[in-house]
């Protein structure tokens, strides 16, 4: 099967989707819920492991190269609904208490978008090289349920681990502490979430992974599309070698 240059229907439906779940997660991400006992999570978790899995399967059928174009077309759309919420957060109300409302699910902190676009593009990359690099090592060998789900969950372990340790670390402990002058949150509660979020996202994947499976093997055969990652860069700067 030969790498294709264009860009396909199957394609562009991904993509438009994993920028819709990046979008609704930091939307979602304004409100948190309890989960059992101590733990909680934020709503985005709803919606954010979906784009992990889709990366999954853009890696998995078109290659590392398609899935750095869709991670920074994400990282493009989620900078620019922070930016333009930002913008409608500070243009005068007709109604004040409306307002308030409006703002408390649009106004996202400087420190909080900051740490939130370097954790999805560090966290992003690492999940589609892992994938990418990982098929690579399973070419010559059978059993794809079993190397793919392989695949899918360590990118995933990766990824998310590599997004949570960046994102909470730098919204809530060092940002705080150098702006304001001491941290949101204790060390101990950080820790706690951030292994929580690797954890439920990792078992997030693990469930939804039949279905994942079947979609992989869909695209493929409809795409007549399997790519394989022979001598490409991984820069993540590369952007138009699609």
């Known amino acids: 099967m030969t790498f294709k240059k264009q860009v396909s229907v199957s394609f562009m439906l991904m993509g438009i989707v994993f920028c819709i779940c990046l979008v609704a997660a930091n939307i979602l ?40 174009l869709i991670i920074w077309v994400g990282f493009a759309m989620n900078f620019f609904v922070m930016a333009v919420g930002g913008i409608a957060c500070i243009l005068p109300p007709i109604d004040p208490e409306a307002d308030k409302a409006f703002k408390q699910v649009f106004t996202f902190a400087p420190q909080v978008v900051v740490a939130s676009l370097i954790a ?85 994947e693990i469930i939804v992974l039949p279905l994942t499976i079947r979609i992989v093997k869909y695209v493929k055969k409809m795409e007549d599309t399997d790519v394989y990652d022979e001598n490409i860069s991984y820069s993540a700067f590369k952007i138009k070698d699609i």
């Open 29 to 68: 991400e304004t409100k948190v819920f309890k989960v059992w006992g101590p733990i909680s999570l934020t709503c985005g978790f709803i919606v954010f492991p979906v784009s992990y899995i889709l990366n999954d399967v853009i890696a998995e059928v078109w290659g590392y190269r398609k899935a750095r």
């Open 120 to 204: 999805f593009i560090v966290g992003s990359f690492l999940n589609a090289m892992v994938m990418s690099k990982m098929k690579m090592a399973d070419r010559h060998k059978g059993h794809f349920n079993y190397h793919f789900s392989m695949r899918a969950i360590l990118s995933t372990v990766a990824g998310e681990s590599a997004d949570s340790i960046i994102f909470f670390p730098l919204a809530f402990y060092l940002f705080p502490l150098i702006f304001q002058g001491a941290p949101n949150l204790t060390f101990d509660i950080m820790l706690s979430v951030m292994i929580t979020q690797v954890v439920a996202k990792t078992l997030y």
